[in-house]
Protein backbone atom coordinates (compact mmCIF):
# COMPACT_ATOMS: atom_id res chain seq x y z
CA UNK A 1 0.00 0.00 0.00
CA UNK A 2 1.22 3.43 -0.89
CA UNK A 3 2.32 5.31 1.73
CA UNK A 4 -0.21 8.13 1.44
CA UNK A 5 -2.78 5.71 1.33
CA UNK A 6 -1.34 4.17 5.01
CA UNK A 7 -1.46 7.21 6.26
CA UNK A 8 -4.87 8.10 4.93
CA UNK A 9 -6.28 5.10 5.85
CA UNK A 10 -6.74 6.35 9.81
CA UNK A 11 -8.65 9.25 8.41
CA UNK A 12 -11.21 6.94 6.77
CA UNK A 13 -12.86 6.79 10.64
CA UNK A 14 -13.85 9.32 12.77
CA UNK A 15 -11.16 11.70 13.34
CA UNK A 16 -10.93 11.14 17.30
CA UNK A 17 -11.72 7.44 17.34
CA UNK A 18 -8.45 6.52 17.91
CA UNK A 19 -8.62 8.76 20.75
CA UNK A 20 -12.11 7.53 22.09
CA UNK A 21 -10.99 4.32 22.10
CA UNK A 22 -7.50 5.09 24.65
CA UNK A 23 -9.74 7.30 26.70
CA UNK A 24 -11.74 5.88 30.27
CA UNK A 25 -14.95 5.19 29.57
CA UNK A 26 -16.40 7.43 32.22
CA UNK A 27 -19.33 9.45 31.17
CA UNK A 28 -17.47 13.31 31.67
CA UNK A 29 -14.49 11.81 29.36
CA UNK A 30 -16.77 10.13 26.57
CA UNK A 31 -18.67 13.50 26.97
CA UNK A 32 -14.97 15.68 25.85
CA UNK A 33 -14.41 13.27 23.38
CA UNK A 34 -17.34 13.55 21.46
CA UNK A 35 -17.11 17.66 22.23
CA UNK A 36 -13.96 17.49 20.20
CA UNK A 37 -14.58 15.53 17.69
CA UNK A 38 -17.47 17.21 16.56
CA UNK A 39 -15.55 20.85 16.33
CA UNK A 40 -13.09 18.90 14.11
CA UNK A 41 -15.03 17.77 12.08
CA UNK A 42 -17.05 20.32 11.44
CA UNK A 43 -13.35 22.34 9.88
CA UNK A 44 -13.00 19.06 7.67
CA UNK A 45 -16.69 19.84 6.42
CA UNK A 46 -16.57 23.30 5.86
CA UNK A 47 -13.13 23.04 3.82
CA UNK A 48 -14.64 20.18 1.95
CA UNK A 49 -18.01 22.29 1.56
CA UNK A 50 -15.45 25.52 0.32
CA UNK A 51 -14.00 23.23 -2.05
CA UNK A 52 -16.58 21.72 -3.69
CA UNK A 53 -17.84 25.44 -4.15
CA UNK A 54 -14.87 26.39 -6.05
CA UNK A 55 -14.69 23.77 -8.00
CA UNK A 56 -18.43 23.64 -9.05
CA UNK A 57 -17.37 26.42 -11.24
CA UNK A 58 -17.68 26.02 -14.98
CA UNK A 59 -15.21 26.67 -17.17
CA UNK A 60 -15.88 30.49 -18.15
CA UNK A 61 -15.77 30.80 -14.02
CA UNK A 62 -12.62 28.94 -13.05
CA UNK A 63 -9.37 31.54 -12.64
CA UNK A 64 -11.67 34.30 -13.41
CA UNK A 65 -11.10 37.65 -10.99
CA UNK A 66 -14.86 36.71 -8.77
CA UNK A 67 -13.01 33.03 -8.60
CA UNK A 68 -9.65 34.48 -7.32
CA UNK A 69 -11.94 36.71 -4.56
CA UNK A 70 -13.86 33.16 -3.65
CA UNK A 71 -10.83 31.35 -3.01
CA UNK A 72 -9.46 33.88 -1.24
CA UNK A 73 -12.58 34.23 1.25
CA UNK A 74 -12.49 30.30 1.72
CA UNK A 75 -8.89 30.24 3.12
CA UNK A 76 -10.32 33.36 4.93
CA UNK A 77 -12.96 31.69 6.61
CA UNK A 78 -10.59 28.30 6.96
CA UNK A 79 -8.24 30.05 8.56
CA UNK A 80 -10.32 31.60 11.28
CA UNK A 81 -11.76 28.19 11.71
CA UNK A 82 -8.67 26.61 12.26
CA UNK A 83 -7.10 29.33 14.42
CA UNK A 84 -10.20 29.19 16.84
CA UNK A 85 -9.50 25.23 17.34
CA UNK A 86 -5.82 26.22 17.97
CA UNK A 87 -7.52 28.66 21.09
CA UNK A 88 -10.08 25.63 22.12
CA UNK A 89 -6.99 23.69 22.60
CA UNK A 90 -4.01 26.09 23.32
CA UNK A 91 -2.64 24.13 26.55
CA UNK A 92 -1.79 21.21 23.92
CA UNK A 93 0.22 22.98 21.38
CA UNK A 94 3.63 22.85 23.62
CA UNK A 95 3.58 19.37 23.85
CA UNK A 96 5.35 17.13 21.81
CA UNK A 97 4.75 16.30 18.69
CA UNK A 98 2.48 19.11 18.39
CA UNK A 99 4.40 21.48 18.95
CA UNK A 100 6.93 20.47 16.27
CA UNK A 101 3.66 20.34 14.28
CA UNK A 102 2.57 23.84 14.62
CA UNK A 103 5.68 25.02 14.11
CA UNK A 104 6.21 23.74 10.56
CA UNK A 105 2.85 25.19 10.06
CA UNK A 106 4.07 28.54 11.16
CA UNK A 107 7.14 28.54 9.15
CA UNK A 108 4.48 27.18 5.99
CA UNK A 109 2.71 30.69 6.63
CA UNK A 110 5.11 32.91 6.98
CA UNK A 111 6.83 31.84 3.54
CA UNK A 112 3.06 32.40 2.20
CA UNK A 113 3.92 36.30 3.41
CA UNK A 114 6.62 36.57 0.37
CA UNK A 115 3.71 35.41 -2.03
CA UNK A 116 1.39 37.12 -0.98
CA UNK A 117 3.83 40.50 -1.71
CA UNK A 118 4.43 39.43 -4.96
CA UNK A 119 0.47 38.95 -5.71
CA UNK A 120 0.33 42.52 -4.73
CA UNK A 121 3.38 42.98 -6.90
CA UNK A 122 1.29 41.23 -10.22
CA UNK A 123 -1.82 43.03 -9.60
CA UNK A 124 -0.23 46.30 -9.68
CA UNK A 125 1.02 45.22 -12.85
CA UNK A 126 -2.41 44.39 -14.27
CA UNK A 127 -3.68 47.74 -13.45
CA UNK A 128 -1.04 49.06 -15.45
CA UNK A 129 -2.36 47.33 -18.38
CA UNK A 130 -5.60 48.33 -17.14
CA UNK A 131 -4.90 52.08 -17.06
CA UNK A 132 -3.67 51.18 -20.94
CA UNK A 133 -7.05 50.09 -21.98
CA UNK A 134 -8.66 52.81 -20.89
CA UNK A 135 -6.20 55.03 -23.07
CA UNK A 136 -7.52 53.21 -26.03
CA UNK A 137 -11.45 53.20 -24.63
CA UNK A 138 -10.78 56.99 -24.53
CA UNK A 139 -9.52 57.07 -27.90
CA UNK A 140 -11.62 55.51 -30.10
CA UNK A 141 -15.16 55.55 -28.31
CA UNK A 142 -16.71 58.74 -29.54
CA UNK A 143 -19.72 58.22 -30.58
CA UNK A 144 -19.64 60.92 -33.55
CA UNK A 145 -16.69 60.41 -35.63
CA UNK A 146 -13.39 58.44 -35.89
CA UNK A 147 -10.34 59.98 -36.81
CA UNK A 148 -7.16 59.19 -37.28
CA UNK A 149 -5.61 60.94 -34.96
CA UNK A 150 -7.52 59.03 -32.44
CA UNK A 151 -6.16 55.80 -34.42
CA UNK A 152 -2.94 56.75 -33.73
CA UNK A 153 -3.43 57.43 -30.29
CA UNK A 154 -4.89 54.03 -29.61
CA UNK A 155 -1.84 52.27 -31.70
CA UNK A 156 0.68 53.79 -29.38
CA UNK A 157 -1.61 52.46 -26.50
CA UNK A 158 -1.89 49.30 -27.81
CA UNK A 159 2.18 48.63 -28.92
CA UNK A 160 2.63 49.71 -25.06
CA UNK A 161 0.43 47.37 -23.67
CA UNK A 162 1.56 44.54 -26.31
CA UNK A 163 5.23 45.18 -25.10
CA UNK A 164 4.39 45.50 -21.39
CA UNK A 165 2.71 42.02 -21.48
CA UNK A 166 5.49 40.35 -23.83
CA UNK A 167 8.08 41.57 -21.14
CA UNK A 168 5.96 39.51 -18.57
CA UNK A 169 6.16 36.52 -20.30
CA UNK A 170 9.43 36.70 -21.63
CA UNK A 171 10.54 36.83 -17.71
CA UNK A 172 8.09 34.90 -16.30
CA UNK A 173 7.57 37.62 -14.48
CA UNK A 174 10.82 38.42 -12.80
CA UNK A 175 12.05 40.87 -15.13
CA UNK A 176 12.52 43.84 -12.82
CA UNK A 177 15.65 45.76 -14.08
CA UNK A 178 14.89 44.80 -17.40
CA UNK A 179 11.40 46.77 -16.84
CA UNK A 180 12.51 49.50 -15.14
CA UNK A 181 15.36 50.05 -18.17
CA UNK A 182 13.05 49.64 -20.69
CA UNK A 183 10.99 52.09 -19.08
CA UNK A 184 13.47 54.86 -18.66
CA UNK A 185 15.32 54.28 -22.62
CA UNK A 186 11.85 54.30 -24.99
CA UNK A 187 11.43 57.97 -25.68
CA UNK A 188 8.14 57.41 -26.50
CA UNK A 189 6.20 56.11 -23.59
CA UNK A 190 3.40 57.31 -21.37
CA UNK A 191 3.80 59.06 -18.01
CA UNK A 192 2.07 55.80 -16.75
CA UNK A 193 4.91 53.48 -18.33
CA UNK A 194 7.77 55.89 -16.45
CA UNK A 195 5.54 55.64 -13.04
CA UNK A 196 5.05 51.65 -13.94
CA UNK A 197 8.94 51.37 -14.17
CA UNK A 198 9.66 53.57 -10.88
CA UNK A 199 6.81 51.52 -8.93
CA UNK A 200 8.68 48.46 -9.99
CA UNK A 201 12.18 49.86 -9.22
CA UNK A 202 11.82 50.69 -6.49
CA UNK A 203 9.15 48.04 -4.86
CA UNK A 204 10.70 46.28 -1.81
CA UNK A 205 7.99 43.71 -1.20
CA UNK A 206 10.73 40.94 -2.77
CA UNK A 207 13.88 40.76 -3.57
CA UNK A 208 15.08 40.53 -7.12
CA UNK A 209 16.45 36.96 -6.83
CA UNK A 210 13.23 35.54 -5.13
CA UNK A 211 11.24 33.26 -6.97
CA UNK A 212 7.69 31.54 -6.86
CA UNK A 213 8.50 28.27 -8.07
CA UNK A 214 11.07 27.94 -5.48
CA UNK A 215 8.73 29.46 -3.10
CA UNK A 216 6.05 27.00 -3.43
CA UNK A 217 8.36 24.30 -3.27
CA UNK A 218 9.48 25.41 0.13
CA UNK A 219 5.30 25.22 1.47
CA UNK A 220 5.11 22.12 -0.15
CA UNK A 221 8.25 20.49 1.56
CA UNK A 222 8.01 17.49 3.99
CA UNK A 223 4.47 18.33 3.85
CA UNK A 224 2.46 14.59 4.51
CA UNK A 225 -0.87 13.24 6.34
CA UNK A 226 -0.34 12.53 9.61
CA UNK A 227 0.20 9.06 10.60
CA UNK A 228 -2.06 7.18 13.35
CA UNK A 229 0.00 7.44 16.39
CA UNK A 230 0.88 11.24 15.66
CA UNK A 231 -3.59 11.75 15.36
CA UNK A 232 -3.86 9.36 18.77
CA UNK A 233 -0.73 11.50 20.76
CA UNK A 234 -2.21 14.99 19.18
CA UNK A 235 -5.39 14.21 20.42
CA UNK A 236 -6.67 14.37 16.84
CA UNK A 237 -4.83 17.92 16.29
CA UNK A 238 -2.84 17.09 13.61
CA UNK A 239 -5.61 16.22 11.32
CA UNK A 240 -6.64 19.90 11.22
CA UNK A 241 -3.25 21.25 10.96
CA UNK A 242 -2.47 19.04 8.05
CA UNK A 243 -5.49 20.22 6.49
CA UNK A 244 -4.40 23.83 6.64
CA UNK A 245 -1.31 23.33 5.53
CA UNK A 246 -2.78 21.89 2.31
CA UNK A 247 -5.22 24.54 2.14
CA UNK A 248 -2.30 26.76 2.29
CA UNK A 249 -0.15 25.10 -0.16
CA UNK A 250 -2.86 24.52 -3.08
CA UNK A 251 -4.10 28.88 -2.43
CA UNK A 252 -0.86 30.21 -2.77
CA UNK A 253 -0.36 27.72 -5.96
CA UNK A 254 -3.39 29.10 -7.29
CA UNK A 255 -2.51 32.77 -6.89
CA UNK A 256 0.39 32.07 -8.45
CA UNK A 257 -0.55 30.39 -11.43
CA UNK A 258 -3.31 32.98 -11.80
CA UNK A 259 -1.71 36.55 -11.50
CA UNK A 260 1.89 38.24 -12.64
CA UNK A 261 4.88 37.15 -10.25
CA UNK A 262 8.13 36.50 -10.70
CA UNK A 263 9.67 33.51 -11.58
CA UNK A 264 6.12 31.52 -11.79
CA UNK A 265 6.20 27.96 -11.58
CA UNK A 266 3.35 25.38 -11.68
CA UNK A 267 5.58 22.38 -10.54
CA UNK A 268 4.03 21.75 -6.85
CA UNK A 269 3.36 18.03 -5.90
CA UNK A 270 0.46 18.06 -3.67
CA UNK A 271 0.01 14.64 -1.62
CA UNK A 272 -3.21 14.10 -0.31
CA UNK A 273 -4.75 10.74 0.47
CA UNK A 274 -8.39 10.39 -1.02
CA UNK A 275 -9.83 9.55 2.58
CA UNK A 276 -10.19 13.54 3.18
CA UNK A 277 -13.18 14.77 2.13
CA UNK A 278 -11.74 17.34 0.45
CA UNK A 279 -8.93 15.88 -1.79
CA UNK A 280 -11.16 15.32 -4.17
CA UNK A 281 -12.23 19.26 -4.72
CA UNK A 282 -8.46 20.29 -4.36
CA UNK A 283 -6.82 17.66 -6.05
CA UNK A 284 -9.94 17.93 -9.27
CA UNK A 285 -9.20 22.12 -9.28
CA UNK A 286 -5.34 21.15 -9.34
CA UNK A 287 -5.92 18.93 -12.12
CA UNK A 288 -8.26 21.68 -14.10
CA UNK A 289 -5.91 24.56 -13.44
CA UNK A 290 -2.59 22.47 -14.44
CA UNK A 291 -4.43 21.66 -17.94
CA UNK A 292 -5.72 25.10 -18.44
CA UNK A 293 -1.82 25.83 -18.20
CA UNK A 294 -1.18 23.47 -20.74
CA UNK A 295 -3.37 24.80 -23.58
CA UNK A 296 -1.60 26.56 -26.54
CA UNK A 297 -3.18 29.82 -26.37
CA UNK A 298 -2.41 29.97 -22.16
CA UNK A 299 1.09 27.87 -21.99
CA UNK A 300 3.30 30.79 -22.15
CA UNK A 301 0.93 33.09 -20.41
CA UNK A 302 2.03 35.49 -17.93
CA UNK A 303 -0.74 34.32 -15.70
CA UNK A 304 -3.94 32.46 -16.28
CA UNK A 305 -6.12 34.83 -14.90
CA UNK A 306 -8.69 34.96 -17.46
CA UNK A 307 -8.85 38.64 -17.32
CA UNK A 308 -5.52 38.47 -18.30
CA UNK A 309 -6.19 36.49 -21.72
CA UNK A 310 -9.28 38.78 -22.43
CA UNK A 311 -6.39 41.71 -22.40
CA UNK A 312 -4.49 39.32 -24.83
CA UNK A 313 -7.00 38.72 -26.99
CA UNK A 314 -9.08 42.18 -27.30
CA UNK A 315 -5.45 43.84 -27.89
CA UNK A 316 -4.85 42.15 -30.44
CA UNK A 317 -7.80 41.90 -32.25
CA UNK A 318 -7.80 45.73 -31.93
CA UNK A 319 -4.12 46.13 -32.91
CA UNK A 320 -5.31 44.05 -36.06
CA UNK A 321 -7.64 46.51 -36.64
CA UNK A 322 -6.09 49.55 -36.20
CA UNK A 323 -2.69 48.40 -38.59
CA UNK A 324 -5.32 47.34 -40.87
CA UNK A 325 -7.22 51.01 -40.72
CA UNK A 326 -7.89 53.28 -43.94
CA UNK A 327 -8.82 56.69 -43.87
CA UNK A 328 -11.97 57.86 -44.55
CA UNK A 329 -13.16 54.43 -43.15
CA UNK A 330 -15.77 52.38 -44.77
CA UNK A 331 -19.13 52.41 -42.60
CA UNK A 332 -18.41 49.01 -42.38
CA UNK A 333 -14.93 48.96 -40.77
CA UNK A 334 -16.03 51.94 -38.52
CA UNK A 335 -18.86 49.14 -37.12
CA UNK A 336 -16.70 47.27 -36.21
CA UNK A 337 -14.26 49.02 -34.39
CA UNK A 338 -17.21 50.44 -32.28
CA UNK A 339 -18.16 46.10 -31.70
CA UNK A 340 -14.62 46.08 -29.96
CA UNK A 341 -14.29 49.14 -28.17
CA UNK A 342 -17.57 47.48 -26.71
CA UNK A 343 -15.90 44.46 -26.07
CA UNK A 344 -13.17 45.69 -24.78
CA UNK A 345 -15.40 47.86 -22.48
CA UNK A 346 -16.44 45.09 -20.96
CA UNK A 347 -12.94 43.82 -20.09
CA UNK A 348 -11.79 46.72 -18.48
CA UNK A 349 -14.95 47.21 -16.21
CA UNK A 350 -14.54 43.52 -15.03
CA UNK A 351 -10.77 44.40 -14.37
CA UNK A 352 -11.42 47.46 -12.88
CA UNK A 353 -14.01 46.02 -10.46
CA UNK A 354 -11.92 43.26 -9.60
CA UNK A 355 -8.59 44.03 -8.53
CA UNK A 356 -9.10 46.75 -5.72
CA UNK A 357 -11.02 44.02 -3.95
CA UNK A 358 -8.78 41.54 -5.06
CA UNK A 359 -5.89 43.56 -3.06
CA UNK A 360 -7.71 44.31 0.05
CA UNK A 361 -8.46 40.42 0.09
CA UNK A 362 -4.85 39.68 -0.04
CA UNK A 363 -3.81 42.57 2.18
CA UNK A 364 -6.42 40.60 4.82
CA UNK A 365 -4.98 37.67 4.09
CA UNK A 366 -1.53 38.75 4.78
CA UNK A 367 -2.00 40.13 8.68
CA UNK A 368 -4.60 37.51 9.07
CA UNK A 369 -1.43 34.85 8.94
CA UNK A 370 0.32 37.34 10.71
CA UNK A 371 -2.21 37.92 13.51
CA UNK A 372 -2.50 33.82 13.70
CA UNK A 373 1.75 33.17 14.07
CA UNK A 374 1.52 35.83 16.66
CA UNK A 375 -1.37 34.25 18.71
CA UNK A 376 -0.20 30.73 18.40
CA UNK A 377 3.13 31.86 19.61
CA UNK A 378 1.26 33.99 22.35
CA UNK A 379 -0.30 30.72 23.64
CA UNK A 380 2.81 28.20 23.33
CA UNK A 381 4.70 31.13 25.64
CA UNK A 382 1.66 30.95 28.16
CA UNK A 383 1.61 27.07 28.21
CA UNK A 384 5.32 26.98 28.67
CA UNK A 385 5.43 29.89 31.27
CA UNK A 386 2.55 27.68 33.18
CA UNK A 387 4.45 24.83 33.61
Known amino acids: MPATEHQGSYIGRSILSLRRDQAVHSVESSHEATSAELELEAFQKQVTDRF ?38 KSQLSKTPMDRSIADFHERSIKALDVCNAIRDGIEQIRQWQKLLEIVLCALDNQKS ?34 RNRSFSRNNLTRDHRSLGHFRSLSWSISRSWSAAKQLQSIGNNLYAPRGNEVVA ?57 EESKKRERRNACGLLREIHQIERCARTMSELVESAQFPLSTEKEEEVRQRVEDMADVFGAVKDGLDPLEKQVREVFHRIVRSRTEGLDFIGRANHSE
Do not use: Y
Open 146 to 179: LSEGQFRRAKKALIDLAIGMLDEKDSGGSGVAAH
Open 52 to 89: LDLSSAGPDELLSLPWIRKLLDAFLCCQEEFRVILFNH
Open 234 to 290: TNGLAVPVFTMNSVLLFVTWALVAAIPCQDRGMQVHFSIPRQFAWAAPVLSLHERIV
